[in-house]
Each structure stands twice: as C-alpha cells, then as structure tokens.
T-cell receptor, first 109, second 113 residues
C-alpha cells in the first residue's frame, strides 16, 4: 500500500464548478500536511499547508482529519487556470516529504 | 522564485555510463532533496541532505549516490546508468525540512538509451 494515496482522476469540470479532492495517508505519525500544484512539465509548487482546524485561502479550502488519516482540498468557482495536477504531501517526524501520485484536474470552458 | 537551479536540464546518455546531475541553491537552505518523477509513481525520494556531508537514503536510493561538499550544491550520481533510470529528476530545498515549504528546481529530463 502506498504511503499517500490519491485518486489520479482526471476530474473534468466546467468553469465555476466546485470540485473536491481527497487523499489518505498510512503513517499515523505524520505531522505536516500540504497540497502542492504541478502544471504540465513544470516543477511542483506549494499551494497551501493543511492544518488540523482546516484552513482557507481564497477559493481553496483544505481539511485534515487525523483520526481517519484523510486530507481534502476543495476548490470553489473553478477557473481555467486551475487546470493542473494537485499533489497531496505528508511528512513524518523526520524531514522527508512523501508525495501522493497526484490528482489531475481539467477545467473546461 | 527560490534560487535553485538544476543542470543539465536535458540529457541523453548510454546504458552503463556514469551521469552526474547538479543542484545549486542561493538560498542557504539546510535541506536538499533529490526526487524522481515517473508516470504512475509520482514523486519518489532518492536521497536527501540535512547539512554539508550529511545525507540519507530515500525510498528509491539503489543505483544512486549523492554528495554535498558545500551548502549550495547537491550532486546526484548514477554510477552506471540503466534504462530504468530514465526519468525526470527534481531537486528541492527546504529551510526547515518536512515542517515547511519545499522549493523545487525546474527538473532534469534524463533519457538512458
């Protein structure tokens, strides 16, 4: 079983739609959680950190459920520019970041 | 953008030849990482460094070695390249390790023929 699992998609949604991605992680000792975004043939970039209380950044909302070892990302009012692959990332007490395989989002006009 | 550069950006090499990829940072970050990215596998950690001459293995370290003789440079060496090492390689840096943001280089596309 992979340490961080994501549905690879693709999720095809129209502009303006709300879309949610989920991620599960297997290591209960994981301490830090992130969502990264990766555009085609580009490097990953941090989208947002994920906190236990949940956090929001504009149209993006991240949630963490430690009991279920589950992380989510909600995107409201999708834009064409949101089309990308979204990577769920966790780190344990060490300094290694473990990446999920990514979920591909395609926003259509 | 974080000051991190990878070289070369593209390379084609023959099976059995040694290959060295370079990652250079100007941010003075303590942690440096090498990942490879393959379809169906996502990003997998090869090796990482937590200081000069301090390195540790990641998930897929077999066939790779690293060196960090200066804070700013982290080298990844394939001693004898194999076709299974054809991949996109990303270097990343972080100031506070797994607790914070990692910044990635633009990647090196390596093809072993």
């Amino acid at each position: 079983r992979k340490e961080v699992e994501q549905d690879p998609g693709p999720f095809n949604v129209p502009e303006g739609a709300t879309v949610a991605f989920n991620c599960t992680y297997s290591n209960s000792a994981s301490q830090s959680f992130f969502w990264y975004r990766q555009d085609c043939r580009k490097e990953p970039k941090l989208l947002m950190s994920v906190y236990s209380s949940g956090n929001e950044d504009g149209r993006f909302t991240a949630q963490l459920n430690r009991a279920s070892q589950y992380i989510s990302l909600l995107i409201r009012d999708s834009k064409l520019s949101d089309s990308a692959t979204y990577l769920c990332v966790v780190s344990n007490a060490g300094n290694m970041l473990t990446f999920g395989g990514g979920t591909r989002l395609m926003v259509k006009p | 953008d974080a000051g991190i550069t990878q070289s070369p950006r593209h390379k084609v090499t023959e099976t059995g030849t040694p290959v060295t990829l370079r990652c250079h940072q100007t941010e003075n970050h303590r942690y440096m990482y090498w990942y490879r990215q393959d379809p169906g596998h996502g990003l997998r950690l090869i090796h990482y460094s937590y200081g000069v001459k301090d390195t540790d293995k990641g998930e897929v370290s077999d066939g790779y070695s690293v060196s960090r003789s200066k804070t700013e440079d982290f080298l990844l060496t394939l001693e004898s390249a194999t076709s299974s090492q054809t991949s996109v390689y990303f270097c990343a840096i972080s100031e506070i390790g797994g607790r914070g943001e990692a910044f990635f280089g633009q990647g090196t596309r390596l093809t072993v023929v």
